[in-house]
Nanobody, 125 residues
Framework: QVQLMESGGGSVQAGGSLRLSCAVSGYIERRHCMVWFRQAPGKDREGVAIILRNGGTTYAESVKGRFTISKDNAENTLYLQMNSLKPEDTAMYFC???????????????????WGQGTQVTVAS
């Protein structure tokens, strides 16, 4: 049984930074991918960033150059460093982990079965 718990959300002004953490407990298969998603009110859940077991990363176009995904294998913790935050980044942020889906689907929420409860990020203009 895999359990995930996000933390680090909060309220910031536009241009500010936040660092989200996702503590993962339970057995993680070597081929698992770890992903950050977000969901704004009234909108679909969207993939933000993914990190593969080999450290490779992919980002949504909307966050490229501003967000950085990383992980600490020893601590089983996933991170999302968010810089230059914009009001449109306001959302509930979730971490997820599962077997890595094929490339085109790696940021599709329906490909993931293990989710945290989310942490709220609010960016004021």
């Amino acid at each position: 049984q895999v359990q995930l718990m996000e933390s680090g959300g909060g309220s910031v002004q536009a241009g500010g930074s936040l660092r989200l953490s996702c503590a993962v407990s339970g057995y993680i298969e070597r081929r698992h991918c770890m992903v950050w998603f977000r969901q704004a009110p009234g909108k679909d859940r969207e993939g933000v960033a993914i990190i593969l077991r080999n450290g490779g990363t992919t980002y949504a176009e909307s966050v490229k150059g501003r967000f950085t995904i990383s992980k600490d294998n020893a601590e089983n913790t996933l991170y999302l460093q968010m810089n230059s935050l914009k009001p449109e980044d306001t959302a509930m942020y979730f971490c997820a982990v599962d077997w890595c889906p094929p490339g085109p689907r790696e940021l599709w929420p329906e490909e993931y079965n293990n989710w945290g409860q989310g942490t709220q990020v609010t960016v004021a203009s």
